[in-house]
């Protein structure tokens, strides 16, 4: 895995930004007679040209229902929707296709672990461990296990800036521990844990390692082989592909050993009103007609992602989050909300006197889109004592010339609530 | 900028900055809460409704942004010493003000609806609506004695 905040490559020259933006139609739009300034790909990424052009396609071409079909177009569908297995399986460099299972997002990976997995092999007493960075979806899913069946969720602090606290964290750790599941980003904070050694950790105490890529699959590679995780799960339309798409990865052994959790068509080998036969993974997790076009379409986005050049995407990244955050210091008055070690693609921000939710009025005026609100991490925002952030995130085709666009939309909010 | 003046007006930024009748009501008979779990605004009203059906007093507590921190203050300034009635008469006028229903029949006094005029900017940026009638909304559950919480999103 490699981690852009811990390395200070520099740029690398053949890296575009002009030229990447080109790519992305809606990037040439307007918002009130402003150029749009977009810095919300932490909610849902942009799309190129080339997940606009496989939806087009699919459905103009080369479409009908999977794994039913003898006819050439849904032979045809069957192929490319199948082939998405395999491109992620190259771009996560995992073992085996079959590892994917296609979900509507990360939501549903999570939900898909704790019902199946969790139900299965999970018992009172027995410890999920989370960290206190966590989405609601990688809270919420555990606690309704936790009254279906009893286990306990216990949560790992962080410090003031936002970093895990790891000797919390390593104390928490016990034989009691079945599972860690973690953010590889935090997504209100911008936090980069350090997923590696919590594998590590976890797996040292006989404990299974779930993580919640979300906010890390967009902006940094994972070599799913070297980390050796359990669980990854992440959603397509944060990785520039469409919505009601992604994957939930995992050991096949694992998904192997877990029984279905949602029963129908296209999961089953054999079915009598006495007894089903289900099917082998993934189909086991897939059932009723999935989302065709989209998954053929998050398979385009992996295709483009495939071809950039990562080295100079992360340090460009890095380098618009540098120059955004010094930016954001320099604003009297300005409070930063996480200043983690390591972070990506996030700066959650409050203003003295002015609630996030007319910052984020005030800059849509200027075509400067932000998230404002508890980013669904309630939990953080309690930590923080706010009722919410004003939240700008990153994206790969985010630039220095918008960080500039920024801080004069939010000086501008300034004056009106001077 | 035009018609971000609209909507941050010097009434509306007063008001958010210095809410009237802020804070808990000792008497109060009454009482109700508001979220809006979109944006995590939070109020509670507090009223004291005499047995006649007058709101004799009526103070707010919370959080959130400026146009429902200034919502919330106009409106305890307005309603207090109006009737049961006359109070959702209001309401139901204030809500058709924000939301444009501009040929909703004139019911509440002329003097009501100026002092409310400041916060008709939300008509523009229907994303806020629901910020500036938070605390109406939690105030008509107050009246009605509902236990549950006023949610809006």
């Known amino acids: 895995m490699s981690t852009p905040g811990m390395n200070t490559k520099p740029a690398l020259p053949n890296f575009d930004v002009e030229a990447l933006r080109r790519d992305f139609p809606i990037l040439a739009r307007e918002i009130n007679g402003k150029p749009l300034v977009f810095l919300d790909s932490a909610a849902s990424a942009q799309k190129p040209r080339v997940v606009l052009e496989s939806l087009r396609k699919t459905y103009e071409e080369e479409y009908a229902n999977v794994h039913r079909g003898v006819y050439w177009l849904s032979a045809t569908a069957t192929k490319n929707y199948e082939n998405v297995r395999k491109k992620l399986k190259t771009f996560f460099n995992a073992k085996d296709e079959r590892e994917f299972v296609f979900t509507k997002g990360t939501t549903e990976g999570i939900n898909l672990v704790a019902q199946s997995w969790g139900r299965a092999f999970l018992k009172a007493g027995d410890e999920v461990l989370i960290t206190g960075l966590e989405h609601h979806s990688n809270i919420v899913p555990w606690q309704m296990l936790r009254d279906q069946i009893g286990i306990k969720l216990v949560v790992a602090p962080i410090d003031r800036n936002g970093n895990l606290i790891w000797e919390a964290f390593e104390k928490l750790l016990s034989a009691k521990t079945k599972l860690v599941a973690v953010a590889q980003v935090s997504n209100a904070l911008g936090?980069?844990?350090?997923?590696?050694?919590?594998?590590?950790?976890?797996?040292?105490?006989?404990?299974?390692?779930?993580?919640?890529?979300?906010?890390?699959?967009?902006?940094?590679?994972?070599?799913?082989?070297?980390l050796d995780a359990d669980f990854y799960a992440f959603s397509g339309h944060k990785l520039y592909g469409p919505t009601g798409t992604g994957a939930l990865w995992g050991k096949k052994e694992l998904l192997d050993a877990m029984p279905p959790w949602q029963g129908g068509g296209d999961m089953i080998k054999s079915v009598s009103f006495e007894k089903t036969d289900y099917a082998d993974v993934p189909a086991k997790f897939e059932a009723g007609t999935p989302n065709i076009a989209d998954v053929i379409a998050m398979g385009a986005a992996i295709d483009y992602l495939s071809a950039l050049p990562w080295d100079a995407i992360e340090a460009h990244e890095a380098d618009v989050l540098a120059y955004g955050t010094s930016l954001l210091k320099a604003i009297p008055g300005l409070r930063l909300i996480g200043e983690a070690d390591h972070k990506a693609g996030v700066m959650s921000f409050v203003l003295e006197g002015v609630h996030p939710h007319d910052i984020g009025t005030i800059l849509d005026q200027d075509g400067v889109s932000v998230r404002a609100g508890n980013h669904c991490a309630e939990p953080v925002m309690e930590f923080f004592g706010v009722p919410g952030t004003a939240r700008a995130s990153l994206g790969m085709y985010s630039t220095r010339a918008e960080m500039d666009a920024l801080a004069a939309a939010i000086r501008k909010v300034q004056e009106i609530f001077a | 900028m035009s018609d971000l003046r609209d909507l941050y007006q010097e009434v509306i930024l007063d008001h958010s900055k210095k809410p009237r009748n802020f804070g808990p009501l000792d008497h109060a008979n009454h009482e109700a809460k508001g979220h809006n779990p979109l944006c995590g605004d939070r109020v509670t009203v507090f009223l004291d409704l005499d047995d006649a059906g007058m709101v004799k007093d009526v103070h707010f507590q919370g959080s959130g942004c400026a146009i429902s921190m200034a919502s919330a203050s106009l409106m305890t300034e307005l309603v207090k010493g109006k009737t049961v009635d006359d109070a959702k008469a209001l309401f139901e006028q204030f809500h058709a003000l924000v939301t444009g229903e501009t040929d909703a029949p004139l019911t509440a006094s002329a003097d009501d609806?100026?002092?409310?005029?400041?916060?008709?900017?939300?008509?523009?940026?229907?994303?806020?609506?629901?910020?500036?009638?938070?605390?109406?909304?939690?105030?008509?559950?107050?009246?009605?004695?509902?236990?549950?919480?006023?949610?809006?999103?």
């Not at chain 1, 936090?191 to 890390?216: E, F, M, S, Y």
């Open chain 1, 191 to 226: 936090t980069i844990l350090p997923i590696q050694d919590i594998v590590r950790a976890g797996h040292a105490v006989g404990a299974k390692v779930l993580i919640d890529a979300a906010q890390g699959a967009p902006h940094m590679r994972t070599d799913l082989q070297a």
């Open chain 2, 113 to 153: 609806m100026d002092r409310l005029e400041p916060l008709t900017g939300v008509r523009e940026f229907p994303m806020r609506v629901k910020c500036a009638t938070l605390a109406w909304h939690t105030f008509i559950a107050a009246l009605d004695g509902k236990r549950d919480p006023v949610v809006t999103e």
